[in-house]
């Protein structure tokens, strides 16, 4: 329940970003050293709400809602 799995697929990121609905970042990844097509994101401490994941890869940027409940 606080541990959301993302897969990328064939994207390889740049950055990955989480953060709440009023736009502070809780967590924040970059210099990916290693292709990975998945990423685990863990809001264990996080409260129960509405968040975002946004990841930028070369060409795109690409945001997505996690609802932890």
Do not use: M, R
Request: positive net charge.
């Amino acid at each position: 329940k606080s541990i959301f799995n993302v897969s990328f697929g064939n994207a390889i990121p740049k950055s990955v970003e989480v953060y709440d609905i009023t736009g502070k970042i809780l967590l924040s990844k970059n210099n990916f050293k290693n292709i990975q097509s998945n990423f685990a994101i863990d809001l264990t401490n996080a409260a129960n709400g509405v968040y975002f994941l946004n990841f930028k890869t070369d060409n795109q940027s690409i945001t997505k809602k996690i609802i932890k409940n």
